[in-house]
């Protein structure tokens, strides 16, 4: 054969064998999706490979396209970071391929969320490993009440967590009544835990997150979707019956044996659940938050406290928000305390469950996006009346006693208590700081009872009886079923937005020692309780109870004439400007002074050497001078010493105090016990100026019981004269103001002169 011929043959049997010898083969495209392996997820730029090297990613669908030869199993391989990669085989024929799907599994498999587990219940998180067996998983608590090393156990090189929720006692001061369990964001127990370990493609990290419940208002009428928790109170025994809920409700109580059982709500309607031992019924109204309806404001529904709450940052916050005028971080983190019942992870109609069924999401603020989101949206976008009122329906009239928790400090705490949660953009102190101060506790009297339950004294001891005082002038015995201490409700009107930071009482107060007090600003809603003459008006013995704004004002003395308006008198909003200058996040003093402890001293420190914060003095005399040295060194009193002002009222204090002591024995006054008590000293008890012995028993206390029975009659100092009255009151007014001549010195200096000089 010749040299033509062999080439022809050879080049024949090159183009004979084609694709399955050296030229390039028939491909075609073959398309396809990228899925999690677990939740069917669409991934996003995942490397997409096939025969020969040849690449492409996929988009945000999830989706590709890669040339492949054509023949039978061919394979697909993707990959992802965190993922542990995946292939699938197709068969590729001249008219292309079926439609594939590579399947991803992360390299970690674990539950992220363990929602409303409940309080001391076990959860186990168990982690499983992939393609990176010999792995070793880190874990440590991130965030949440902190866990004692038994409960919080890894095991099995972290493939598995044991964690126990704390209990309910833990976080919740539990009440001596019957109430429903509030929880704020603090007390609800979320735990974050964070897991890390080395993989093949470098570290990986993530968090599990483990809440015991929902928030909670403390409020009897309930979102359905959340648990709710009961406190039988400090009654002897305990036990729970469910005796009534809707119909197709699967509710049942649990833990109905003790103290604090819990069901949930998972119908719209009436759970009516009785305390056995006690014979009592508690009427449980439940609802999701979109079913209410928004009917307030119509004509004979609340139209004064609708149209007030208008002008309320409840009102205002979130359409302010979509329309960037709170910049650009405003994003759905926001809604959990600017929108209606936002509790993530509960399903309760909120507005997350709406904007979740309307496929709508926040997009950036912009100008017009309030008036752009959907209706239901626009609805649900505001703190409106159920979200402090409850989604329930209307309590009935037989149930009127449940109506007072609507003053609990809780119903504001599931916003108003959020420090270093990471669902809270911002941190929220003013409920950590109130419990923290004297009005969050009761104040008991042995010899009457609880102030809060009684007449006059209820006007300023208590939540109920301060709003009837303010709105009404009308002073009210609180239903001591669901009476509250000096709340949020108290001093703030959530329906009425005309005043600064919704306040009850602004600028101005009628009567100060029988003088009206102008441009007080926020400062005139404490004055309206920390002034004389509201306690025992009208008694010879009335003491000066909680005088502080009588000596700010420089009124009020039975010794000196006229006024001695004093420095801090004139500062903008008063009170409001010192006692609640909050320290800054990096202080030590935050939560422990100022805001809504209302306090200048440091909380943590006692009396009578507390330490006072520097933020309270800061804004008027600056940080370089210590807040025990304003005003300077020198000979306050007249007595030739010089020192600070507390100290050098300290000494007049006792020198007057001892002066006083020896006229009140001078007067040989007595009580009628069989064995008379001659009188050496007084007290303030129950806003009275009452006599007593040399240690401190009360004249008439004839038992010595420390009470004054039925049969015991207490002497007062109108038993004293009038003249030596007059000192005692005002060296009275100026021990309980509690300032030590801070709040007004000349006022206080000048008493203490005058009464030492009469005196001696």
Same mark, same amino acid.
């Given at each position: 054969?010749?040299?033509?011929?062999?080439?022809?043959?050879?080049?024949?049997?090159?183009?004979?064998?084609?694709?399955?010898?050296?030229?390039?083969?028939?491909?075609?495209?073959?398309?396809?999706?990228?899925?999690?392996?677990?939740?069917?997820?669409? !991934?996003?730029?995942?490397?997409?490979?096939?025969?020969?090297?040849?690449?492409?990613?996929?988009?945000?669908?999830?989706?590709?396209?890669?040339?492949?030869?054509?023949?039978?199993?061919?394979?697909?391989?993707?990959?992802?970071?965190?993922?542990?990669?995946?292939?699938?085989?197709?068969?590729?024929?001249?008219?292309?391929?079926?439609?594939?799907?590579?399947?991803?599994?992360?390299?970690?498999?674990? #539950?992220?969320?363990? !929602?409303?587990?409940?309080?001391?219940?076990?959860?186990?998180?168990?982690?499983?490993?992939?393609?990176? &067996?010999?792995?070793?998983?880190?874990?440590?608590?991130?965030?949440?009440?902190?866990?004692?090393?038994?409960?919080?156990?890894?095991?099995?090189?972290?493939?598995?967590?044991?964690?126990?929720?704390?209990?309910?006692?833990? !976080?919740?001061?539990?009440?001596?009544?019957?109430?429903?369990?509030?929880?704020?964001?603090?007390?609800?127990?979320?735990?974050?835990?964070?897991?890390?370990? %080395? !993989?093949?493609?470098?570290? %990986?990290?993530?968090?599990?997150?483990?809440?015991?419940?929902?928030?909670?208002?403390?409020?009897?009428?309930?979102?359905?979707?959340?648990?709710?928790?009961?406190?039988?109170?400090?009654? #002897?025994?305990?036990?729970?019956?469910?005796?009534?809920?809707?119909?197709?409700?699967?509710?049942?109580?649990?833990?109905?044996?003790?103290?604090?059982?819990?069901?949930?709500?998972?119908?719209?309607?009436?759970?009516?659940?009785?305390?056995?031992?006690?014979?009592?019924?508690?009427?449980?109204?439940?609802?999701?938050?979109?079913?209410? &309806?928004?009917?307030?404001?119509?004509?004979?529904?609340?139209?004064?406290?609708?149209?007030?709450?208008?002008?309320?940052?409840?009102?205002?916050?979130?359409?302010?928000?979509?329309?960037?005028?709170?910049?650009?971080?405003?994003?759905?983190?926001?809604?959990?305390?600017?929108?209606?019942?936002?509790?993530?992870?509960?399903?309760?109609?909120?507005?997350?469950?709406?904007?979740?069924?309307?496929?709508?999401?926040?997009?950036?603020?912009?100008?017009?996006?309030?008036?752009?989101?959907?209706?239901?949206?626009?609805?649900?976008?505001?703190?409106?009346?159920?979200?402090?009122?409850?989604?329930?329906?209307?309590?009935?009239?037989?149930?009127?006693?449940?109506?007072?928790?609507?003053?609990?400090?809780?119903?504001?705490?599931?916003?108003? /208590?959020?420090?270093?949660?990471?669902?809270?953009?911002?941190?929220?102190?003013?409920?950590?700081?109130?419990?923290?101060?004297?009005?969050?506790?009761?104040?008991?009297?042995?010899?009457?009872?609880?102030?809060?339950?009684?007449?006059?004294?209820?006007?300023?001891?208590?939540?109920?009886?301060?709003?009837?005082?303010?709105?009404?002038? #009308?002073?009210?015995?609180?239903?001591?079923?669901?009476?509250?201490?000096?709340?949020?409700?108290?001093?703030?009107?959530?329906?009425?937005?005309?005043?600064?930071?919704?306040?009850?009482?602004?600028?101005?107060?009628?009567?100060?020692?029988?003088?009206?007090?102008?441009?007080?600003?926020?400062?005139?809603?404490?004055?309206?309780?920390?002034?004389?003459?509201?306690?025992?008006?009208?008694?010879?013995?009335?003491?000066?109870?909680?005088?502080?704004?009588?000596?700010?004002?420089?009124?009020?003395?039975?010794? *000196?004439?006229?006024?001695?308006?004093?420095?801090?008198?004139?500062?903008? =909003?008063?009170?409001?400007?010192?006692?609640?200058?909050? &320290?800054?996040? /990096?202080?030590?003093?935050?939560?422990?002074?100022?805001?809504?402890?209302?306090?200048?001293?440091?909380?943590?420190?006692?009396?009578?050497?507390?330490?006072?914060?520097?933020?309270?003095?800061?804004?008027?005399?600056?940080?370089?001078?210590?807040?025990?040295?304003?005003?300077?060194?020198?000979?306050? =009193?007249?007595?030739?010493?010089?020192?600070?002002?507390?100290? %050098?009222?300290?000494?007049?204090?006792?020198?007057?105090?001892?002066?006083?002591?020896?006229?009140?024995?001078?007067?040989?006054?007595?009580?009628?016990?069989?064995?008379?008590?001659?009188?050496?000293?007084?007290?303030?008890?129950?806003?009275?100026?009452?006599?007593?012995?040399?240690?401190?028993?009360?004249?008439?206390?004839?038992?010595?019981?420390?009470?004054?029975?039925?049969?015991?009659?207490?002497?007062?100092?109108?038993?004293?004269?009038?003249?030596?009255?007059?000192? *005692?009151?005002?060296?009275?007014?100026?021990?309980?103001?509690?300032?030590?001549?801070?709040?007004?010195?000349?006022?206080?200096?000048?008493?203490?002169?005058?009464?030492?000089?009469?005196?001696?």
């Amino acid at each position: 054969m010749g040299r033509s011929a062999r080439a022809f043959g050879l080049l024949g049997a090159f183009l004979l064998l084609g694709p399955a010898g050296c030229g390039p083969a028939e491909q075609r495209d073959v398309t396809g999706v990228v899925r999690d392996g677990r939740t069917g997820e669409a !991934l996003s730029d995942a490397v997409v490979r096939g025969s020969r090297g040849v690449e492409t990613r996929s988009d945000d669908t999830g989706r590709f396209t890669l040339p492949l030869p054509v023949g039978s199993d061919r394979v697909v391989r993707a990959a992802q970071a965190q993922r542990c990669p995946g292939e699938t085989r197709v068969d590729v024929t001249r008219d292309g391929a079926a439609d594939v799907t590579v399947h991803l599994f992360p390299r970690v498999e674990l #539950e992220e969320e363990f !929602l409303q587990v409940g309080f001391d219940q076990e959860v186990r998180i168990e982690a499983t490993l992939r393609c990176d &067996p010999e792995a070793v998983l880190r874990w440590s608590q991130a965030t949440g009440p902190e866990l004692a090393p038994e409960r919080f156990v890894v095991e099995d090189g972290g493939r598995l967590v044991r964690l126990r929720t704390l209990p309910l006692a833990d !976080l919740v001061a539990l009440e001596d009544r019957l109430v429903v369990v509030s929880l704020s964001r603090a007390q609800r127990a979320e735990y974050r835990l964070a897991m890390e370990t %080395e !993989l093949g493609h470098g570290l %990986e990290q993530r968090t599990v997150r483990v809440t015991a419940a929902g928030t909670t208002a403390g409020v009897f009428q309930v979102p359905t979707g959340a648990d709710m928790y009961l406190d039988g109170g400090s009654f #002897e025994s305990h036990g729970w019956e469910l005796l009534s809920k809707p119909e197709q409700s699967s509710a049942e109580l649990i833990d109905a044996d003790t103290r604090t059982p819990h069901f949930r709500p998972d119908r719209f309607g009436q759970y009516m659940v009785r305390h056995v031992p006690r014979g009592l019924d508690i009427n449980i109204q439940a609802g999701p938050y979109d079913e209410v &309806p928004r009917d307030c404001g119509r004509e004979g529904c609340h139209r004064p406290e609708d149209r007030g709450w208008q002008a309320t940052a409840h009102a205002r916050t979130l359409r302010r928000g979509l329309s960037g005028e709170l910049g650009e971080d405003f994003d759905e983190r926001c809604w959990s305390c600017h929108a209606n019942g936002v509790d993530p992870g509960v399903g309760n109609g909120s507005l997350l469950q709406v904007a979740r069924r309307l496929q709508w999401s926040q997009p950036e603020p912009a100008g017009d996006l309030w008036e752009q989101a959907p209706r239901a949206v626009r609805r649900f976008g505001s703190v409106w009346c159920s979200a402090c009122h409850g989604p329930g329906r209307i309590l009935p009239p037989p149930f009127h006693w449940e109506y007072g928790a609507k003053y609990r400090a809780s119903v504001c705490a599931r916003c108003h /208590d959020a420090v270093d949660d990471p669902d809270a953009p911002h941190d929220s102190w003013q409920q950590r700081e109130w419990r923290a101060a004297p009005m969050a506790t009761p104040v008991i009297s042995a010899a009457e009872g609880e102030p809060a339950l009684r007449r006059r004294c209820a006007s300023c001891h208590s939540a109920q009886g301060f709003v009837a005082f303010t709105r009404r002038g #009308e002073h009210i015995v609180p239903d001591a079923g669901s009476v509250e201490v000096v709340t949020c409700q108290a001093c703030h009107d959530p329906h009425d937005g005309t005043r600064p930071r919704a306040l009850r009482a602004y600028e101005d107060v009628d009567d100060v020692a029988g003088v009206p007090a102008r441009g007080l600003g926020t400062g005139a809603v404490c004055v309206l309780c920390h002034r004389t003459g509201i306690a025992r008006e009208g008694m010879d013995s009335a003491a000066p109870h909680a005088p502080q704004g009588d000596v700010l004002l420089g009124r009020g003395s039975h010794v *000196i004439h006229g006024r001695m308006i004093g420095a801090h008198s004139q500062l903008a =909003n008063t009170c409001v400007a010192c006692h609640m200058a909050r &320290p800054g996040a /990096d202080d030590p003093f935050l939560g422990r002074a100022g805001g809504h402890t209302f306090s200048v001293r440091d909380l943590a420190t006692v009396r009578p050497r507390a330490v006072v914060s520097p933020t309270a003095c800061a804004s008027c005399h600056g940080i370089d001078v210590p807040p025990q040295a304003i005003g300077g060194i020198r000979d306050w =009193n007249g007595d030739g010493r010089a020192d600070n002002v507390g100290e %050098e009222f300290d000494r007049s204090l006792t020198a007057a105090l001892q002066e006083l002591r020896q006229r009140i024995t001078f007067a040989r006054v007595h009580d009628e016990c069989e064995t008379p008590t001659l009188a050496r000293d007084w007290v303030e008890r129950d806003a009275l100026l009452v006599l007593t012995d040399g240690q401190g028993r009360l004249l008439g206390d004839c038992d010595g019981d420390g009470a004054i029975g039925r049969r015991e009659h207490v002497v007062g100092v109108e038993q004293i004269s009038r003249e030596v009255r007059a000192m *005692i009151w005002d060296v009275s007014m100026l021990d309980k103001d509690g300032s030590r001549g801070r709040h007004n010195p000349a006022f206080a200096f000048t008493i203490l002169r005058e009464v030492l000089r009469a005196l001696r």
